[in-house]
């Protein structure tokens, strides 16, 4: 090792140190679950490259693409983005702390801050597109803190391919990048709207966004379709007071922190270079909580507000007689994020966790075990959303694989949802099942679903009452040849159906079906 890389080494070594214990997480939280039925969809995107999707940008389902083609698909493969990219926002807590000119013990709890904020360790498990966007909100952070401590056009340009690739990731960068701006506006940074390379930096992130763009438009903006739909369906019942209240309870465990980070960076004297990064943070709340957007969407600024917070402490703990509260700032957090570990991590065995759970309820903490359908189960939602997707699939291939070949030929696969049929494309090809490809008009799936489909046979994947289904209506033959079984699956009850000797018209019929589903995107 040169002489170079050794200083550099000594120089980052709390910064190196904290991102490896981050990472290692991967290899103890891959293991006793399967996929989230997330990520299932945002894999199978990947097996279908596109600037565009229904759900995101193309960036995660690209990054899908990579990890199966040059790490394979195993669940710790799939996971390996989202590990690296928590571990980064861990080491981003340091190097912010640094620029803000902490010394030592602001790095190390600018890393250990949102190394052990309950928030971040969640959301770095699954492969989504939130843990993406939250690394590029932290990237921003940092950014914009080297430009305000170098005013170098260097990282102008670094921020506008931060952003670009941040739309790229997930639209909702788009409130970062607003909140950002008007911050600028309302202070002396405002003379950056003057500088040449910052709109250098603009038409870099437009040009890097340009292709979703082109695609959004291609497909009448089905963007604003998927999030009229989120707002009737998800967002109806947002209000103020929760709102804030998530905010309070999200990173429980360092609120302190960041409390006095946000106030630190919008009063204090010491931080006042970096004003507009508060006033940034303070936007982003206030125009998501105003637009009833959902409460974790603000998550991305909590971790400068964190470093900032890390780098007032170490100014106020500096006495003889502070200086030994130091290490509380570390340990409490540490202590309180153990005690609820299993709810944020999916590393005890699911016996474990059930009784883990139990134990929570009788105690009267019972918000993580209770559903949508109000109430209470063995596990969280999100772990029971991991369970059932193999076996599933490999009832559709027994199903399947029941046909003659000669039937086989014109059988097609169609899944109400795209858990489901995310979940058989994943295991028909980490199995090998020798399955067509399941059709579905849920999500994505719907973009990758002929206008026509020509079969005889269909194998049929839904969750059914009392017999009655669409689909049941134009085939003279229903049989249920499987159904998920999983006690711990929330799909627990979907069967699999194979409809047989089809009406005479189920071409039209289908046709017709798929027409009106693709509606809202027609292409121009």
């Keep these: 090792m040169?002489?170079?890389?050794?200083?550099?080494?000594?120089?980052?070594?709390?910064?190196?140190?904290?991102f490896l214990v981050k990472f290692v997480q991967l290899f103890f939280t891959s293991?006793?679950?399967?996929?989230?039925?997330?990520?299932?969809?945002?894999?199978a995107e990947g097996d279908h490259l596109a600037w565009g999707y229904l759900e995101v940008p193309p960036l995660v389902p690209?990054?899908?693409?990579?990890?199966?083609?040059?790490f394979g698909g195993s669940v710790t493969a799939i996971r390996l983005f989202p590990a690296l990219f928590g571990a980064s926002m861990v080491a981003f807590g340091g190097l912010i702390a640094r620029e803000m000119g902490g010394r030592k013990y602001a790095e190390i709890l600018g890393c250990c801050a949102i190394l052990f904020s309950s928030a971040f360790v969640r959301t770095s498990i699954l492969f989504q597109p939130v843990i993406a966007e939250l690394f590029f909100w932290t990237l921003y952070s940092y950014l914009m803190v080297r430009y305000l401590n170098e005013r170098s056009t260097k990282v102008l340009i670094f921020l506008g391919i931060a952003f670009g690739l941040g739309m790229m990731?997930?639209?909702?960068?788009?409130f970062f990048i607003v909140s950002l701006l008007l911050s600028l506006a309302i202070t002396t940074e405002r003379k950056v709207f003057v500088n040449k390379w910052f709109w250098w930096a603009v038409a870099i992130a437009v040009i890097i966004f340009l292709p979703n763009l082109i695609w959004q438009y291609s497909y009448h903006f089905p963007v604003v379709h998927h999030m009229k739909e989120l707002r009737d369906?998800?967002?109806?019942?947002?209000?103020?007071?929760?709102?804030?209240?998530?905010?309070?309870?999200?990173?429980?465990t360092v609120l302190p922190v960041w409390i006095i980070g946000l106030v630190s960076l919008l009063f204090s004297k010491a931080l006042a270079k970096y004003r507009v990064i508060g006033l940034t943070a303070f936007f982003v709340v206030l125009i998501l909580m105003v637009s009833s957007g959902k409460s974790y969407y603000t998550l991305g600024v909590y971790p400068v507000l964190l470093a900032a917070g890390a780098v007032q402490l170490e100014r106020w703990l500096d006495g003889r007689v502070a200086y030994w509260f130091r290490p509380a700032f570390v340990v409490v957090p540490a202590l309180l994020l153990y005690l609820i570990l299993p709810i944020c991590v999916p590393y005890l065995p699911t016996n474990k966790m059930i009784d883990f759970g139990k134990k929570m309820v009788a105690k009267g903490i019972d918000g993580p075990w209770r559903w949508e359908d109000g109430k209470i189960h063995d596990l969280p939602q999100d772990y029971a959303d991991m369970f059932g997707w193999k076996e599933i699939a490999v009832k559709v291939a027994q199903t399947?694989?029941?046909?003659?070949?000669?039937?086989?030929?014109?059988?097609?696969?169609?899944?109400?949802?795209?858990?489901?049929?995310?979940?058989?494309?994943?295991?028909?090809?980490?199995?090998?099942?020798?399955l067509p490809e399941p059709q579905s008009l849920n999500a994505s799936f719907i973009l990758w679903?002929?206008?026509?489909?020509?079969?005889?046979?269909?194998?049929?994947?839904?969750w059914v009452q009392n017999n009655q289904a669409g689909a049941f209506k134009l085939f003279h033959s229903v049989k249920q040849t499987g159904a998920m079984t999983n006690i711990h699956s929330r799909e627990r009850g979907t069967g699999v159906y194979l409809l047989q000797k089809p009406v005479d018209n189920i071409d039209e019929l289908i046709k017709g079906a798929?027409?009106?589903?693709?509606?809202?995107?027609?292409?121009?």
């Design 31 to 43: 293991s006793n679950y399967e996929l989230h039925r997330d990520e299932y969809l945002y894999i």
């Design 514 to 524: 798929v027409k009106e589903e693709k509606a809202f995107f027609a292409e121009n």
């Design 233 to 252: 369906t998800q967002l109806v019942n947002v209000n103020w007071g929760d709102f804030l209240k998530d905010q309070l309870i999200m990173n429980l």
């Design 449 to 462: 679903t002929p206008a026509e489909l020509k079969f005889k046979t269909m194998i049929y994947v839904d």
């Design 400 to 434: 399947y694989h029941s046909l003659s070949p000669d039937e086989q030929k014109e059988t097609i696969i169609f899944c109400d949802n795209y858990g489901f049929a995310g979940a058989v494309h994943y295991y028909n090809q980490q199995l090998k099942l020798n």
């Design 2 to 18: 040169t002489e170079n890389k050794q200083l550099w080494v000594r120089q980052n070594a709390i910064i190196i140190f904290f």
């Design 62 to 70: 690209f990054l899908a693409f990579i990890t199966k083609s040059v």
């Design 169 to 174: 990731t997930k639209y909702s960068s788009a």
